[in-house]
């Protein structure tokens, strides 16, 4: 049994890398600037919107949210698991990889465990087998028909068939005694006062439920009619604790792509419904409500949780548990959102009725936890007299105090004082009584900081370009009223400057979930490189004296978008100047591409100086 890698040596291996060469190994870079550019090789895109940091030593793509290290990189472009990614980064910089030595108890429990995984697999070939040749799987076959699955879904997660009896999978797998036992420990067989055993599951489809190594170690079973209960889950064992482990996270983690959020759903059928549809980063709990482990696990991968319950009173209880226990795990970097469905549908139902692209707006409109949190307290009280509002205050402070400190709890804060027009003296309570925050415990997945340093905070751009200075009054204005996005259009050119194309990506995002408010868009940004930059203008005094509106946000994006006309221009200008002739149409374009200026100039007067 290998041991862990040291943290030290994880630290010391990424100051050995360059994140550029290791990118550019496999993606052919282009220099832009400080930085370097290429289309993102996570999602399918035309123009690019990936860029590396040789600076700050991160790569961070616009479109899908990829980030992270040289070493997150090689782990999601090669398909490495976290060890075998520092073997391969470490062989390439020459270093030999330490491990710390396993103790005596975890080699002794890795034995134990291993005839027990040896029996959970045996199990679900036999399921798998049953599906295909027991007399009655037309049953089960007819059943995933009806409910819409395909040959190639149900064999990619493995689903099976437990057929009707007492002691099928018993006379198929027990041959002696010890085996027996094994199968009893591992919750497929049960044992009578009498010392009889019989088997778990019977008439039922198999889910098996894997490990983040692909091992089985428990299973689902869904009856095939209305009887009680409607899913049965393997008993906790020593290979399976249900507050830990997640259906179909292996399964998405299994599947080339780049992972940027999980959605939480309910059952087996709706996380394998919506991978059929191309929906491959959907998870399941097994019979418990999502815990904190749960949440710590998923945010190790992915940035962006999403819960999803039914829109009746029983979901939004279940919605408002689950924000209350997500609330300690919310560090800066990470983000969770709430999707109500409509009443009488689940995410099975839903999908099939609104296909892929339906349901993902849904995701992509949810509602965020400080939304959800607000609204769902502004529900409780009279917000519209001054003890409803002191009331809210008693309210909210505590479940905000819960937060880990950082940006999201200070936006939180300040949204606070904002809705009751004053300091929160519930707040300053709560802070004045919060101890010092725990170390995060070790749950044996040792992962170095996706991002290690942030790009620095400035407020104006480098370069004094008068097309720069509208670019950053722009950012500055969708920033701070980001409503104005939605009478705003994105430009078909690429952007070809940092600040433009954050420019651009702010306005994209804006458009797949419209904010009201500052502290919205800002939460869309948390752990991104990008935060620091867009919390510096929202919070800078001098941007008050930006009077916003979107036609004068509308004239930038039609001047970065006539830029290649104005090359054009120039050129032309330009051969003009140096006594070259031009021919009828060449003259014809200059004088329109002159006209069209003049009309860009004369909207450009005056702006952001009303």
Known sequence: MAGRIPQSFIDELLTRVDVVDVVDSRVKLKKTGKNYSACCPFHNENTPSFTVSPDKQFYYCFGCGASGTALRFVMEFDGLSFPDAVEKLASQASMTVPREAASQREIQQEQEHKSLFT???????????????????????????GRGLSGKAAKFFGIGYAPPGWDNLQESLG????IIRELVTSGMLIEKEDGRTYDRFRDRIMF?????????IAFGGRVLGDEKPKYLNSPETPIFQKNRELYGLYEARKIRQKLTRFVIVEGYMDVVALAEFGIHYAVATLGTATSEHHLRRLFKIVPEV????????AGRTAAARAMETALPVLSDGVQARFLFLPDGEDPDTLVRKEGRDGFEKRLNESLHLPEFLFEQLKQQVDFDTLDGKARLDKMAAPLIGKLPKGTLRSLMEKRLDDMIGTRSSAMAAVNEDTPPEPPELDDGVSM???????VPQSHAPEVE?????????????????????????LPESEPETEYERLLFEVLRRLHQSPQQESIGLLIQWIGSPYEPELKALADNPESDQIRPAAADVRVVLERIAARKEDRVLEQLEARLHNGEKLDKD????????????HQRNRKRTGIYQR
Request: hydrophobic share 35%; aromatic share 8%.
């Open 208 to 216: 098996p439920i894997r490990d983040a190594r692909g091992r089985y």
């Open 448 to 454: 170095p900081d996706i991002i290690t340093e942030p």
């Open 306 to 313: 999403i819960f999803c319950f039914d829109g009746d009173d």
């Open 586 to 597: 060449e003259r014809a374009k200059l004088t329109e591409l002159k006209r069209q200026r």
């Open 119 to 145: 029996r959970m697999e045996a199990s679900s070939r036999f399921f798998e087998q049953q599906l295909r040749e027991h007399e009655q799987r037309h049953r089960a076959v007819d059943y995933l028909k």
């Open 175 to 178: 041959s002696d005694k010890q």
């Open 465 to 489: 370009d008068p097309l720069a200075t509208m670019v950053h009054r722009a950012l500055t204005s969708l920033v701070r009223f980001p409503a104005l996005a939605q009478s705003l259009t």
